[in-house]
């Protein structure tokens, strides 16, 4: 998922089977900011080779066991304007802020593993995110596919997010991509058999007005493979 924020350039990515040093070497060439789901100690354990390709550049991580964790690496000149806000306990959740010169930007990586409760910690994460009064960029592998008929094919089922669901019914988060692209399917991931594909990973927003300039893009790039 790629998005442009003002002047920042902000790229998201599941490192799944990949090493998560190699994908953020490629997308830092091109992006202020890379935002990874999915994420290990031992995927991310060569930090050291980025930042030699990058100096300055920072990484924030929220990585518990072996398969849940979410980070977000920023290169100059953001890098020193961003800090930690908030992360969950269980690597799902890392929101940040960059204090920019036009004003705040919170950013939050999200990596949904699994069909969340009311009660679970990652819904009661994205409330508070959801309450903020500054501008808000939420992006991730949220294993969510907003519109059945346009972001599945070949799929019976997908998981559910009720609190995500209402949240967008009412206008409080914009699906960005799908607001920016209202008839069009583009998928995300595809089985290893090419006969499921989904637009899992989205890119959402807290001010309906971005979509009415030039402040806010969204696409979605083919740079890293996707598959499930």
């Not at 991509?177 to 399917?185: G, I, M, N």
Request: hydrophobic content about 40%; some cysteine; proline content about 4%.
């Amino acid at each position: 998922m790629e998005a442009i924020v003002g002047a920042v350039k902000v790229a998201s990515a599941n490192t799944r089977k990949n090493k998560a040093e190699g994908i953020l070497c490629q997308l830092l060439n091109s992006f202020d900011v890379v935002a990874l789901q999915e994420v290990s100690e031992s995927s991310i354990s060569a930090w050291d080779q980025v930042q030699s390709l990058y100096p300055g550049a920072v990484l924030f991580r929220n990585v518990v066991g072996k398969k849940h964790g979410v980070a977000i690496a920023i290169k100059n000149p953001f890098a020193p304007l961003a800090s930690v806000v908030t992360k969950d306990k269980d690597g799902e959740v890392l929101w940040i802020k960059i204090n920019l010169f036009s004003g705040p930007l919170n950013l939050v990586c999200i990596y949904g593993s699994n069909v969340p409760t009311e009660q679970s910690n990652i819904n009661i994460f994205l409330k508070e995110i959801c309450e903020c009064s500054e501008p808000v960029i939420i992006v991730g592998d949220m294993n969510f596919a907003p519109t059945h008929s346009l972001d599945t094919r070949g799929m019976s089922t997908v998981h559910t997010w009720p609190f995500l669901s209402e949240r967008l019914t009412d206008g409080s988060l914009i699906d960005t991509w799908r607001a920016l692209h209202v008839d069009k399917s583009e998928f995300t991931r595809v089985s290893s058999d090419n006969t499921k594909f989904s637009r899992i990973d989205l890119c959402l927003a807290n001010l309906p007005a971005w979509l009415n300039s030039e402040a806010l893009s969204c696409e979605i790039g083919n740079r890293i493979p996707c598959s499930d």
